[in-house]
C-alpha cells in the first residue's frame, strides 16, 4: 500500500517555517512514518521535474510557506496546486504576505536599486543587475523575473487552507498533519488555529483594563516591560486585540507585545484598520494637537499594524504605484 | 515586463464616459444626517457625487468601512459627525477624530491624498455646510482623478494573469492537457 504524499516548498520566505517542520523533534518521525516525501528543497534533493511528471492530484498535502514575488514562484505554486489535493498556505508569508509583503510600499526598481546598488553593505561597482536572460557559452539560461506586487498564496492559485503563523507553531503543524492524514478535515478555506484573539489565551488577560486611556504609546524598546501586566496598559502597541490566537501566546510570555504574525480573526477584514480603530478609540486626549502628540509614538502605521499582512489587507499595496 | 497583448486596463483618465467622482459619505444620524435632510427641505443644491450611509454616530465608522469603500471603487470617503460636545454618545466623535488622525496618516503612507478622506462636524443646522463641504470636496476629487482602485487591482494583477496565460498554452500545446490544468492563476476573482 502506498503512502500519502507530501510535499514543502518554500517561496519568498525566510526559512523559518522550515525549521518549524523540523522543530517537531521526535514527532517528525511519527509523520515520516506515515508519509512519502516528494519534495523539500530546504532538506531532500528532489528535482522540480520529479514533480512535474506525477499525475494530477497525485500529492496529498503541498504545505507552501513564503509570499509569491517572482515568476518562478509563480511557476510553481500553479504547478504545485495542480498537483496536489490540499494545498495549504504555510506561515504568515504564504497565508497573508508576510513580512516580504512590505516591499508593497516601494516600487520595483527602488527594491532592485536598494538591494543592488545603495544598500550599504553592497559593493557592486558595475552596478550589474540580474539578467532575465543573458548569454553564457553558447547556452542562454534564464532566470526569474522579480514581480511588482508581493502576493499572499492564494492571490495567485486557490488555497484549501492556511496555517498562520511566523512561524507556525509545531503544535499547529503536527494538528494539521493528523487532520490531514486522518481526512478529519475542517471546510475549505478554514484557518487552522482557533477563531478567537489572542487576548483570549494571554496570561495576561486577567489584569486588560475595561477601559484603557492611552496617555502615550511607548515602543519596547523605550522601557522596561512590566512581565505580568496587559501591554495596553503599559500604553504598549500590542496586537493581540486583533490577532488569532493559536500561538500559546509565546511572545506576550516572552514579556514581548503580540505583532499580529497569526492575522485576523475571521470576523476582521483588515487587521491594520481594525487594531488602529480599537487602539486609537481609547486615546486619553480628547483634542487634536494632544491626540496628535499620542499618536507621534507611531512612526510607522503601516509596518506596524500591517506588518505581516499588508499584500493580503483590503489596499494590498501603495496604491499610486503601477 | 511581459506584456504581450495585454493592455494596461486603467491608464487613460478621461473615459468615454465622463468620469465624476464618487464620494462614500457616512454621517451620523443626531447631526449630519440631519443636516443634509435640512438641505434638501431647504433646497440647497449639492453635487450629486455623494453616496449617503447613515449611521447612529461617527463613532461607529470602523476604519474598515474607509479602506473597504476605497476598495470598492470610492474615489473619496467623508465622514460626518456633530461638533465636538455635542455629540448624542457624549464622546464617539472624539473616538471618531482620535482614529481619523491616524487613518489619515496610514492611508497617505499608502499614497492616497489626503484630500481622499475627510472628517466634517456639522450640526442639525448647519444645512449650508453639507452643501459646501460636498460640493466643494467634489471639486477637489475633480480635480484629483479618479482613484481607480478594483481597475488598479485587476491591472497589478496582469502579470501574474501573463504568466497563467502562458503556461496554459504551453500546455494547450502539448497533446491531451489535463482538464484541471483550465484553473489558471485567478487573482482576487477568490475573493469577490
Not at chain 1, 194 to 203: I, V
Not at chain 1, 282 to 305: S, Y
Not at chain 2, 7 to 21: G, L
Not at chain 2, 176 to 189: F, G, K, L
Request: contains cysteine.
Amino acid at each position: 500500500m502506498s503512502k500519502p504524499k507530501v510535499a514543502f516548498y518554500w517561496c519568498a520566505s525566510c526559512g523559518g517555517c522550515e525549521e518549524t517542520v523540523v522543530d517537531l523533534a521526535e514527532d517528525i518521525l511519527g509523520v515520516v512514518e506515515k508519509v512519502d516525501i516528494v519534495l523539500w528543497p530546504v532538506a531532500m534533493d528532489f528535482k522540480y521535474q520529479d514533480v512535474a511528471v506525477l499525475p494530477d492530484q497525485a500529492i496529498t498535502a503541498t504545505l507552501l510557506n513564503g509570499a509569491i514575488r517572482s515568476s518562478e514562484q509563480e511557476e510553481m505554486a500553479v504547478l504545485l496546486r495542480r498537483k496536489s489535493r490540499y494545498l495549504i498556505a504555510y506561515g504568515s508569508c504564504a497565508h497573508l504576505g508576510g513580512i516580504p509583503g512590505l516591499a508593497n510600499q516601494f516600487p520595483r526598481e527602488e527594491v532592485l536599486r536598494f538591494n543592488y546598488e545603495t544598500s550599504p553593505s553592497v559593493v557592486n561597482e558595475h552596478r550589474t543587475r540580474p539578467l532575465l536572460v543573458f548569454e553564457d557559452h553558447g547556452r542562454r539560461p534564464h532566470l526569474p523575473e522579480l514581480r511588482h506586487v508581493v502576493r499572499s498564496l492564494d492571490q495567485v492559485v486557490d488555497v484549501d487552507y492556511y496555517l498562520p503563523g511566523c512561524p507556525p507553531t509545531p503544535n499547529l503543524t503536527k494538528a494539521a498533519f493528523d487532520a490531514l492524514l486522518s481526512g478529519n478535515l475542517p471546510p475549505k478555506g478554514s484557518v487552522l488555529a482557533p477563531d478567537t484573539a489572542l487576548c483570549d489565551e494571554c496570561p495576561r488577560k486577567a489584569s486588560k483594563p475595561a477601559d484603557v486611556a492611552f496617555a502615550e504609546f511607548t515602543r519596547p524598546h523605550q522601557k522596561l516591560l512590566d512581565p505580568e501586566k496587559c501591554f495596553l496598559t503599559q500604553g504598549v502597541v500590542c496586537m493581540g486585540p486583533a490577532t488569532r490566537s493559536g500561538c500559546g501566546a509565546q511572545c506576550t510570555e516572552g514579556n514581548m507585545p503580540c505583532t499580529g504574525c497569526f492575522g485576523p480573526t475571521s470576523r476582521v477584514r483588515d487587521q491594520g484598520a481594525k487594531i488602529l480603530s480599537s487602539l486609537c478609540a481609547n486615546i486619553g486626549a480628547k483634542e487634536e494637537p494632544d491626540i496628535n502628540r499620542v499618536l507621534e509614538n507611531i512612526p510607522d502605521p503601516v509596518g506596524t499594524f500591517y506588518r505581516y499582512g499588508l499584500a493580503r489587507s483590503r489596499l494590498r499595496r501603495r496604491v499610486d504605484l503601477t | 515586463m511581459s506584456d504581450s497583448a495585454s493592455p494596461p486596463a486603467s491608464a487613460a483618465p478621461p473615459a468615454p464616459p465622463p468620469w465624476s467622482p464618487r464620494i462614500v459619505a457616512f454621517f451620523c444620524n443626531w447631526c449630519t444626517y440631519t443636516a443634509a435632510d435640512l438641505a434638501g427641505v431647504s433646497r440647497l443644491k449639492y453635487a450629486a457625487n455623494v453616496r449617503v450611509i447613515r449611521l447612529m454616530c461617527s463613532g461607529r465608522v470602523d476604519p474598515q468601512f474607509v479602506v473597504e469603500a476605497l476598495a470598492r471603487g470610492a474615489d473619496g470617503v467623508l465622514i460626518g459627525g456633530c461638533h465636538p460636545g455635542d455629540c448624542h454618545y457624549v464622546e464617539g466623535n472624539t473616538k471618531m477624530l482620535r482614529r481619523f488622525q491616524l487613518l489619515r496618516r496610514l492611508l497617505q503612507d499608502l499614497g492616497l491624498a489626503p484630500e481622499r478622506v475627510r472628517l466634517e462636524w456639522i450640526s442639525a443646522a448647519e444645512g449650508e455646510k453639507v452643501k459646501t463641504v460636498i460640493n466643494e470636496m467634489t471639486a477637489q476629487l475633480r480635480a484629483l482623478g479618479p482613484l481607480g482602485l478594483p481597475e488598479k487591482f485587476a491591472s497589478w494583477d496582469q502579470e501574474v494573469i501573463a504568466l497563467a496565460r502562458q503556461m496554459h498554452a504551453a500546455e494547450a500545446a502539448e497533446p491531451a492537457a489535463p482538464p484541471s490544468a483550465a484553473t489558471p492563476a485567478h487573482p482576487e476573482i477568490l475573493h469577490v
